[in-house]
C-alpha cells in the first residue's frame, strides 16, 4: 500500500523568509511518480512538479526547488524568500506507475498549511 | 481547452435528497478520475474510468454512490440519500493514459454541504 506523510500541518513564516515542507512516503513499487501540489482558498489544485523516480536530481524552479532522495523517501519542497502570495496548502502526492491497464491513481498526503505574513 | 471544467461549484442540500455533480474533461484526455477531500484532508481516491470503462472503485464508495461516463467523455457522480458525512469537496482528475508519466489536470471542485 502507498502512503505519502506530510508531518506538518502548519506552518507560520514572515514574507522573505526561507521554508521547507517536509514529505516522506512508502511505495513497494520501484517506478513511481511524486508530486506536489499547491491549493490557494479558491480550492484548485495547482500542479507544481513531477519526479518519476529514476530521476534523483533535484530541480530548481524560480523559488521553488525540491530535494528527492529515494535512501530516506523523501521528497522536500522549499520555497526561496517566501511571499503572501506563497500562502496555501501544499499537498505531496504519490503514484504508481500505471500503464494500459492500470489506474495510476494518486495518493495525497494530509497537506500543510503554509501562511506567510507580511 | 479550459482545462477541466466541474458543474456546480456548490450544492447545499438537505439530508436524504439526491445529488448530481458533472465533470468535463481535458478533451484529449481517457482517464478521468474522482476524488473527495475533507476539511483538512488531502483528497481521496473515489473511482477513475478509462474511456467509458469504471475499471477501479474506492472502497470509500459506498452502495449510495453512483460514477458513470457515457461516451467516454463527460462523467457524473451522482450520491443517493444524502448523510451529512457526504459533506466535502469533490474533485474531478483527467490523464493521459499513462496519467503519472504525463500528469493530472484538476477541476476546481464542487463543494457539498449537505444540512
Known amino acids: 500500500a502507498q502512503k505519502v506523510t506530510q508531518a506538518q500541518t502548519e506552518i507560520s513564516v514572515v514574507e522573505k523568509e526561507d521554508v521547507t515542507l517536509d514529505c516522506v512516503y512508502e511505495?513497494?513499487?520501484?517506478?513511481?511518480?511524486l508530486f506536489w501540489y499547491k491549493q490557494p482558498p479558491s480550492g484548485e489544485l495547482v500542479f507544481l512538479i513531477r519526479r518519476n523516480s529514476f530521476d534523483e536530481q533535484n530541480e530548481i524552479s524560480g523559488r521553488y526547488s525540491w530535494n528527492f532522495q529515494k535512501s530516506t523517501s523523501s521528497f522536500n519542497f522549499t520555497i526561496t524568500a517566501s511571499q503572501v502570495v506563497d500562502s496555501a496548502v501544499y499537498f505531496c502526492?504519490?503514484?504508481?506507475?500505471?500503464?494500459?491497464?492500470?489506474?495510476?491513481?494518486?495518493?495525497f498526503g494530509e497537506g500543510t498549511q503554509l501562511t506567510v505574513n507580511p | 481547452d479550459t482545462g477541466v471544467s466541474q458543474n456546480p461549484r456548490h450544492k447545499i442540500t438537505k439530508r436524504g435528497q439526491n445529488v448530481t455533480f458533472r465533470c468535463d474533461p481535458i478533451s484529449e484526455h481517457n482517464r478521468l478520475y474522482w476524488y473527495r477531500q475533507t476539511l483538512g484532508q488531502g483528497p481521496e481516491f473515489l473511482t477513475y474510468f478509462q474511456n467509458e470503462a469504471q475499471l477501479e472503485k474506492s472502497r470509500l464508495l459506498s452502495d449510495r454512490f453512483s460514477a458513470e461516463r457515457p461516451k467516454g467523455s463527460f462523467s457524473t457522480l451522482e450520491i443517493q440519500r444524502t448523510e451529512q458525512g457526504d459533506s466535502a469537496m469533490y474533485l474531478c482528475a483527467s490523464s493521459s493514459t499513462t496519467g503519472a508519466e504525463y500528469g493530472y489536470t484538476f477541476g476546481s471542485g464542487t463543494r457539498l454541504t449537505v444540512v
Open positions: 511505495t513497494r513499487d520501484t517506478t513511481y511518480y
Open positions: 502526492a504519490l503514484s504508481e506507475a500505471g500503464g494500459e491497464t492500470s489506474g495510476s491513481r494518486l495518493t
